[in-house]
């Protein structure tokens, strides 16, 4: 580089003075010109960003440009493996154990099989609450504590275990609801009052990174508890279990629609077709492209199954076969990494001795039976289960 002589003086380009560095060196004058460039860390992206702004991303640990319209990944940055809503840290919450209702929180490595490890306690014991997450916030979402359901939603930083905290309220207490999540936002589909007997239609929305409460977004197309949900980055399904035939009627039925949503624009469900049994009290995991349904309660023998079947969330249809648990089984829980999918806990029999703390896995773009993975801390059943990443 050579050296620069001779300069005597510096203007900026009105000609009107001496410049003003804005950007860090600052001589008394009017603006240099040069733009500055905005510098966010959080865990949502920022808003009308400009070309060149810089976001790091916190939730997934991934620095970002904003370059002609979209943010692109600095060179260098290695973007989580995991979903935005999954991570290699499976944990399972809350349920009901041998000894009766717990707040215990428990997780395992799901890349690992083994048995789970203590993580903390629930705000409350608790049981027939719903999971959900992004790669760094598990969230507890309603739930039966004792005789009367909960409003209550409590988080866990998942890579930290401890204790959880409160979060916020759902809009109105519910237990039996079923959720799911794109990794910023989780939904709560439906669920079961029993002091008013009002079984729900209505779909609930909870920004993940920001505590609050959740908002009132749409509906599904029937009031129903008992199912399940799974999502991908832009569509939550939901199977919609159990709904009763009329707003008056005691007479309650197990039914086989999936209905779903567009996450970011939400509103009231679409049909999405049916799986393949009628069923309720069965669990949901999904990695980028595939939904898996497991197990349940419904009219078919011995009231249970241990049916696996799989949707491609993007593409309406009916579910096809995907394999089975290695026992019938329902009121169990799931999670999921980015390759595997979890089922822990249930109730295989009628009667007491029926809760298990089994824990089974499958490779997710893989159909076939589940695999043995480990044990939970005790027998469970009516517990919920998220995943995220370890650090």
Request: proline fraction near 3%; charged fraction near 15%.
């Amino acid at each position: 580089m050579s050296d620069v002589s001779g300069i005597e003086k510096i203007t900026d380009r009105a000609g009107t003075g001496a410049p003003d560095f804005t950007n860090g060196f600052n001589i008394n004058g009017s603006d240099s010109g040069i733009s500055g460039f905005a510098h966010t860390e959080s865990a949502s992206e920022p808003s009308s960003p400009s070309n060149g702004d810089a976001w790091l991303d916190t939730d997934n640990n991934v620095y970002k440009v904003y370059i002609d319209g979209e943010w692109k990944d600095w060179l260098g940055t290695s973007p989580s493996t995991s979903n935005p809503w999954s991570g290699d840290r499976g944990v399972f919450a809350g349920g009901d154990e041998s000894n009766g209702i717990t707040d215990r929180i428990q997780y395992i490595d799901i890349t690992t099989p083994g048995n789970s490890t203590d993580f903390g306690d629930l705000t409350q014991s608790t049981r027939y609450g719903a999971g959900a997450s992004s790669t760094a916030r598990g969230l507890h979402i309603g739930g039966y504590p004792s005789s009367s359901p909960t409003n209550v939603i409590a988080y866990v930083t998942i890579s930290t275990p401890g204790d959880a905290v409160d979060f916020g309220n759902l809009a109105a207490a519910a237990y039996y609801n079923t959720a799911c999540s794109d990794g910023t936002r989780a939904f709560s589909f439906g669920g079961y009052n029993n002091n008013t007997g009002t079984v729900m239609n209505n779909i609930q929305q909870i920004v993940i990174a920001t505590t609050g409460n959740a908002t009132d977004v749409g509906d599904i197309s029937i009031p129903s508890y008992y199912g399940a949900a799974c999502s991908d980055a832009t569509r939550a399904v939901t199977a919609v279990g159990r709904t009763r035939e009329a707003a008056t009627s005691g007479n309650f039925t197990y039914v086989n629609n999936m209905e779903y949503i567009t996450t970011a624009s939400a509103g009231n469900s679409t049909d999405f077709g049916d799986t393949t049994l009628a069923r309720g009290q069965f669990a949901a995991c999904s990695d980028s492209t595939r939904g898996l349904f497991a197990a349940g309660y419904g009219t078919f023998t011995n009231n249970r199954t241990d049916t696996i079947d799989y949707i491609t969330i993007q593409t309406t249809g009916n579910a096809t076969d995907f394999g089975d648990l290695s026992q019938n089984n329902i009121r169990l829980s799931s999670c999921a990494n980015a390759t595997r999918g979890i089922f822990g806990g249930g109730y295989t029999t009628t009667g007491s001795t029926g809760r298990v703390n089994t824990i089974e896995y499958v490779t997710i773009q893989t159909p076939g039976n589940a695999t043995d993975f480990g044990d939970l801390a005790a027998v469970n059943y009516g517990l919920a289960a998220f995943s995220g990443n370890a650090s």
